[in-house]
């Protein structure tokens, strides 16, 4: 079972570690519940899905991809599933740092392999990554992007 505290221990990781972010993308954001706890924290946030049942949030009701214009000041994704990697490669292409929480793999990878490609990506890429924890049950390591 997902651990409940998981959109608020991750809004106030990414407000930690990008304090001067203003203007959030959270993409493939599911319901909207990541967006309403950025919110909450004075982060103006965007949520892309191909959901149609959400929260009362900013949405964008599609796929989110490498052509969307750059309105953010920071990329994040709760679990985005196959959109984990166009994070970090618009994160990159748009200078942008980024912060997601992998669960499934775009490409066959177990968990830990799959984890490792993604920080290997982001520094072929130009970012710097690094590695971090939320303090809940199930998948709770964080990958950190920054532009160098």
């Avoid at 221990?9 to 972010?21: E, I, N, S, Y």
């Avoid at 130009?126 to 924890?133: R, S």
């Amino acid at each position: 079972m997902a651990d409940k505290r998981r959109f608020d221990l991750f809004a106030d990781l990414v407000t930690r570690h990008f304090p001067g972010c203003k203007h959030a993308f959270d993409v493939a954001g599911g319901q909207g519940k990541l967006n309403q706890a950025l919110v909450a924290r004075g982060v103006a946030t965007r949520t892309f899905d191909t959901r149609w049942k959400r929260a009362d949030v900013d949405y964008a009701e599609r796929r989110f991809t490498l052509d969307e214009p750059c309105g953010c000041d920071v990329l994040v994704g709760m679990h985005p599933d196959g959109a984990t990697r166009v994070i970090v490669e618009y994160a990159a292409k748009h200078g942008r740092p980024f912060a997601i929480v992998p669960c499934c793999s775009d490409n066959g990878l177990s968990y830990k392999p799959w984890m490792r490609h993604l920080a290997e990506l982001g520094e072929q890429l130009g970012l710097v990554v690094e590695e971090t924890a939320l303090p809940m049950q199930g998948r709770a390591r964080v990958l950190l992007g920054r532009p160098r």
